[in-house]
């Protein structure tokens, strides 16, 4: 079975370095500023000519609370006056954009992010929505996915209901931990009769997929305690679960310097979460997806790779990677055929560019032929857990075995140590290196020498 996952803790241990998460190769590490909006719209242009299906992401930055363990792009305020002056600029955004593409390219997916956007109220959801509705071409038929992040402090039935009306149909949830202790120690209050009430909400009103987010390795976390949120996790019966490794980098996020450090599990302890995490999902029935990521045997994500469809973008784990993906909002990233950019993750900054009928487009990449090579083997090694050289070979025109030919002393350890297997035709990653498939993937990365992995989580 695809989700099949041997537990060897000197192997984890050995190869748990830190390295990128890989929803996109070349990585985000190596944008520059060389890339900008003239790049933009020759991208969209070539967007338009092939009509090919969008995907769309739009980040809404504004929370009314901070927690300590967050890396996101955000502003902490309880002014919600502060959203209308941002969604002005937003909608000058989408404005600009749409006009560079065929209004009957159709978004396939749309998903908001934050931040917390329900911070918006119901009226400022309305409008937006509306305006995506005026520029881009949305499915009226309930048949895109349409997700959305849900804060459960930020969300009742009302609420619930007004996205449903507005045509969302899928919920991601951040839960984190149930602990009370942990809670307080990360500032984020939120009990499980909350988060209930919001999947209550969300299965009455037929939403067709709820998404849950955990996170391992938080302050005052103990592998008992932890395990007790994973069991009450499983009764909501969520189709999807993401159980991220906390990251503690507060040299870069300075939320997290209010975290007390004498306060975190030791790495044994974050081990020992995993497992049993794992052990409870898969007994539970869910599937290893890969990277964090567990799902129902009848979701999208465990169908589409039963099926060798999967993807992984921005988004992360995706059925939609065929999809041009356009970013709106501070810090968003695009990926538009072979090019990558993001806009300033300053607000100020995206406003008055905005402001000034200019795209905040501040860095990018755009993908050479190697790169596109490179992210294809990545791609294939992430969502699938094996690689058939001949297709490498016939889509590139090359010969895998001499392309990567420095590579091979490593693989070969690999195989020596039971992460892969290393055949005359395909690399398999076995059970006992599925949670390691990052250290795999990075040793395709061409770019991993040059930057400090001090950037990058740990692989487990």
């Avoid at 590490?29 to 003239?38: I, P, R």
């Avoid at 189709?239 to 503690?248: E, G, K, M, Q």
Wanted: glycine letters at 6%; hydrophobic letters at 35%.
């Amino acid at each position: 079975m695809l989700d099949a996952i041997r537990w060897d803790t000197d192997l984890i241990r050995r190869y748990d370095l830190a390295g990128p998460r890989y929803t996109s190769y070349p990585t985000a590490v190596q944008f520059d500023s060389q890339v900008g909006t003239f790049d933009l719209f020759h991208a969209l242009r070539d967007s338009r000519k092939a009509q090919r299906p969008l995907s769309l992401y739009v980040h809404v930055p504004f929370c009314a609370n901070i927690c300590y363990y967050c890396a996101c792009n955000k502003v902490i305020t309880k002014d919600r006056g502060r959203a209308q002056p941002y969604l002005q600029r937003l909608e000058q955004e989408i404005q600009l954009i749409a006009c560079h593409l065929d209004p009957t390219q159709k978004v396939e997916q749309l998903h908001f992010g934050g931040g917390t956007p329900t911070f918006l109220s119901h009226d400022e959801l309305r409008q937006l929505m509306a305006h995506l509705r005026k520029h881009f071409n949305l499915l009226d038929d309930d048949s895109g996915d349409y997700g959305i992040e849900i804060d459960p402090r930020e969300a009742d039935w009302s609420t619930m209901g007004l996205l449903r009306e507005l045509g969302f149909n899928r919920v991601s949830i951040g839960l984190q931990d149930l602990d009370p202790a942990v809670q307080r120690a990360v500032n984020r209050l939120q009990s499980l009769e909350e988060t209930r009430a919001v999947i209550d909400a969300a299965r009455t009103l037929q939403f067709r997929s709820i998404n849950i987010d955990l996170i391992y390795g938080l302050p005052r976390q103990t592998p008992e305690n932890f395990a007790r949120t994973v069991e009450e996790v499983i009764r909501l019966q969520p189709d999807r679960l993401s159980v991220f490794n906390y990251a503690h980098l507060p040299e870069r996020f300075m939320p997290q310097r209010r975290i007390n450090s004498d306060e975190l599990p030791t790495p044994a302890q974050k081990l020992e979460m995993l497992q049993r995490t794992i052990e409870q999902l898969i007994a539970a029935g869910y599937r290893y997806i890969g990277m964090d990521h567990f799902a129902l045997p009848d979701d999208e994500l465990a169908i589409a790779q039963e099926e060798s469809t999967l993807q992984r973008n921005f988004q992360g784990y995706t059925t939609h990677g065929h999809c041009d993906l356009i970013g709106l909002g501070v810090s968003a990233i695009s990926q538009i055929g072979d090019l990558y950019c993001q806009n300033s993750s300053d607000l100020n900054h995206y406003q008055n560019a905005l402001a000034s009928m200019q795209l905040a487009t501040s860095r990018g990449l755009l993908c050479n032929a190697d790169d596109r090579l490179r992210r294809a083997v990545i791609q294939q090694l992430i969502c699938h857990f094996s690689l058939e050289y001949a297709d490498i070979e016939q889509a590139f025109n090359i010969d895998f075995q001499g392309y990567f030919g420095e590579l091979w002393p490593q693989l070969q350890d690999m195989a020596k140590d039971g992460l892969i297997e290393l055949d005359r035709d395909r690399i398999t990653i076995l059970p006992t290196g599925r949670l390691l498939v990052r250290s795999v993937c990075m040793v395709f990365d061409a770019y991993l020498e040059q930057h400090s992995r001090q950037r990058f989580s740990r692989v487990v």
